[in-house]
């Protein structure tokens, strides 16, 4: 595999079904070599996160266990959320591999179908260390899959030398061809870049 990866380049995948939300990665890729990996010795389908799921309430805790959380908010508005299997790169030119998972969240108010998120986590903080949003999970913009895959060109030592490329979708629109937008990280942020194929 690591023959593989050397000939082609670092490629990992994850695709996510389009019911249900289901997902596990497709190729999974080494730690670095002679270096292990702290990101993937953590248990992310039962762990507690803090993290901002919607603009302007600060950071949330969430215990997840088997991947899923869940609270009765009373008269019949139950709060969910549920995360993806996480696929891990070195996304800021660190050495360090970080874990990127999908988050789907509903906010438990009757009819909202929530929204989905992508967060980068390492491996010494519960809050992420960055995120791309993504949409409705029943309207425009949502995640189908996410892909990371190496930076084309010179690339300057101690910058990323992978990017985040998202696959969105419209399901308002379900013969709608899906798109994708790219994603580096700058020191700060998750910036959407030209090219993605």
Same mark, same amino acid.
């Given at each position: 595999?690591?023959?593989?990866? @050397?000939? @082609?380049?670092?490629?990992?995948?994850?695709?996510?079904?389009?019911?249900?939300?289901?997902?596990?990665?497709?190729?999974?890729?080494?730690?670095?070599?002679?270096?292990?990996?702290?990101? =993937?010795?953590?248990?992310?389908?039962? @762990?507690?996160?803090?993290?901002?799921?919607?603009?302007?309430?600060?950071?949330?805790?969430?215990?997840?266990?088997?991947?899923?959380?869940?609270?009765?908010?009373?008269?019949?508005?139950?709060?969910?959320?549920?995360?993806?299997?996480?696929?891990?790169?070195?996304?800021?030119?660190?050495?360090?591999?970080?874990?990127?998972?999908?988050?789907?969240?509903?906010?438990?108010?009757?009819?909202?179908?929530?929204?989905?998120?992508?967060?980068?986590?390492?491996?010494?903080?519960?809050?992420?260390?960055?995120?791309?949003?993504?949409?409705?999970?029943?309207? @425009?913009?949502?995640?189908?899959?996410?892909?990371?895959?190496?930076?084309?060109?010179?690339?300057?030592?101690?910058?990323?030398?992978?990017?985040?490329?998202?696959?969105? =979708?419209?399901?308002?629109?379900?013969?709608?061809?899906?798109?994708?937008?790219?994603?580096?990280?700058?020191?700060?942020?998750?910036?959407?870049?030209?090219?993605? =194929?």
């Amino acid at each position: 595999m690591q023959n593989s990866a @050397h000939r @082609h380049g670092w490629l990992l995948s994850l695709m996510l079904a389009a019911c249900g939300h289901s997902a596990a990665p497709r190729n999974a890729a080494s730690p670095p070599a002679g270096r292990p990996s702290a990101v =993937r010795a953590i248990d992310w389908a039962t @762990h507690a996160y803090s993290v901002t799921l919607m603009e302007g309430e600060g950071e949330l805790p969430f215990a997840v266990v088997n991947r899923a959380y869940q609270a009765d908010l009373g008269n019949g508005n139950v709060e969910r959320l549920k995360i993806s299997a996480p696929i891990f790169a070195d996304l800021t030119g660190d050495g360090e591999e970080e874990a990127i998972m999908r988050f789907d969240y509903q906010p438990g108010d009757r009819g909202d179908a929530g929204f989905d998120t992508l967060f980068v986590f390492t491996a010494d903080k519960p809050s992420p260390l960055g995120r791309v949003e993504g949409g409705k999970l029943d309207g @425009h913009g949502s995640i189908a899959a996410f892909v990371v895959e190496p930076i084309v060109g010179p690339v300057a030592a101690g910058q990323p030398r992978n990017r985040l490329v998202v696959t969105r =979708r419209n399901i308002d629109e379900p013969t709608a061809a899906p798109w994708l937008d790219a994603y580096v990280w700058d020191g700060r942020f998750f910036a959407q870049v030209a090219g993605a =194929r």
